[in-house]
């Protein structure tokens, strides 16, 4: 299991630095073939910005990973480490079935376009381009879920030391 | 208005991660209306429509590369060796740098790490007194949003042209825009260095050896601002073009040049640059269908409507709003600010007589004192990490920088031309 996960995790960082690093190469070789030489791929621009969209979720989940999504950090800091462990249980299982609605529902609208044969530039087929929709959704659901079992787990065994000491 | 509105608020305030409660109040509103909830990935996709977008995974990845090499020192340098001799010189070194620096690197706290660092025992050696060092610090780890690329003039941009406004907002217009305001904030926080006791004498001869020096050591960095905005201004590339050069130049001159990032960590930095615009674009992902929501349920146009009933005149208006987004600042960080309120704020203030532009600086502006006014601005918590003192230091140490940029912010609000003479040109 450890390593399918980190499996997982190494997929996911060699993505993020290969489309960066295609992100740069064709960005930069699109002006070049414009201002030199008056001319440019018509495929580069959508399939850059499709490059994007993928940069932009795959760094999300692993931002899942690492507990670097951007939140509001005010009321936790009057709380007491029982109460926040608690709490990151309730807010981990909302956001992990937030996050798993989307994902089932986009994997719903992934799967039409599917069937659908819907094309997007130069013939490729939009369901290849939308897919990542679905499967970061669902990672990053999964992520929450994991971290929600984990602070319950460490709330119940804190919970059970406190009720042992004081008895 | 439900019950589930101030649930969700209980929710964010309560840390989660603010993505998914925007994605929850859109998918309860579409819900509530019947509508096939697949919406929300559709209007995720529309991350692939918008080509600005391209912009900030490459600047993003261009300041990383900066924060790691060597180029702060290089900044720090300079600055000094040009601005030293002034009254007052090291303080207005420390302004200027940092404001040059977050303009590259984004406001990200990134500024108090690598340059706080170096100036906090510099200013210490010269004199200054303590109180003053960590205020000017702080308050500095913010200064330079208003300066090209700096990441959230381009979100405010991005956001701003999803509106289909009359008027177009360009990135191009805001970079100039925001110009002058940024100078004032520098100089009236540079006139404030010069009038601390005791200070006069602590400074340097100018040296034109060392001047030269300094700027020969840094002369592969020095041509990036001519190459962004003169590339930008010049008509030769779009702004996202201009940060693919930017990308591509400083990746060749810090790793294959100065070669002080190494081949080996630099896999490294290109994940950690992402996962930082991943928290960023899944923000404006979800946020596109929460705004799409609250378009189709007319809520801008309600709100419109009750502000105009209760707000009669323009100058009351702009009072609130530096109220409203001051308190925003506190709470809120500032690119999810920017996808959330831009969109209800930016229809009512064009009602009102408010350019779209000018509103661009006006809330960037109030945005980079919340970074620092307590009891939530992300940048004291940096401040009291990165020097090792109480929170509660230094909020008392960032008052008089606090009440010195907020008058910057004033004056930037009730003027506005000092903000479109520039892009009008």
Known sequence: ????????????????????????????????????????????????????????????????????????????????????????????????????????????????????????????????????????????????????IYAGWHFQKRHNTQAASDS | MSLTTPLLLILALLRTPLFVVIAASAMLGFYSEEVDLSVISIEIYRLADMSVLVAIPLFTFAG???????????????????????????????????????????????????????????????????????????????LGLLFAPSLPLILYGVVAQQMS???????DQLFLAGIFPGLLMLVMLAIYSMMQPGISSQHEKFDRRVALAALLAAKWEIPLPILILGGIYGGYFAVSEAAAVTALYVLIVEVFILREITLKNLPVIMRDSMVLVGGIMIIIGVSLASTNYLIDAEIPTRLFEWTQQHIGDRLTFLILLNLFLLVLGMMLDIFSALVIFVPIILPIAIGYDIHPVHLGIIFLANMQLGYFTPPVGMNLFIASYRFDKPVMTLYKATIPFFLILLVAVLIITYWPALSLSLPAL
């Open chain 2, 165 to 171: 406004l009359e008027e177009p907002v360009g990135i």
């Open chain 2, 64 to 142: 990383y590369l900066l924060g790691e090499s060597q180029a702060s020192t290089r900044l720090l340098n300079i600055s000094n060796s040009l601005l030293g001799w002034m009254p007052g010189g090291l303080a207005i070194v420390a302004i200027f740098a940092c404001a040059m620096f977050t303009a590259f690197t984004g406001a990200s706290g990134i500024t108090i790490i690598a340059l706080g660092a170096l100036l906090y025992p510099a200013l210490k050696q010269s004199g200054y007194n303590e109180k003053f060092n960590l205020g000017l610090l702080t308050s500095s780890g913010s």
């Open chain 1, 1 to 148: 299991m450890s390593s399918v996960i980190k499996t997982l995790h190494r997929l996911e960082d060699s993505l993020l630095v290969l489309l960066l690093g295609s992100l740069v190469v064709m960005a930069s070789t699109q002006i070049i073939l414009r201002n030199l030489f008056d001319t440019g791929l018509v495929w580069v621009d959508p399939l850059l910005r499709v490059i994007v969209l993928w940069l932009g979720l795959l760094g999300a989940t692993v931002a899942a990973r690492e507990h670097k999504h951007i939140q509001i950090d005010v009321l936790t800091r009057l709380l007491s480490q029982n109460t926040v462990l608690l709490l990151q249980f309730v807010i981990d299982q909302f956001s992990a079935w937030v996050c798993l609605v989307i994902a089932w529902h986009g994997a719903r609208w992934v799967q039409l376009d599917y069937e659908d044969g819907i094309t997007s530039f130069i013939g490729v087929p939009a369901w290849i381009l939308e897919i990542i929709i679905p499967i970061s959704f669902g990672i990053i659901g999964l992520r929450f879920f994991i971290q929600s």
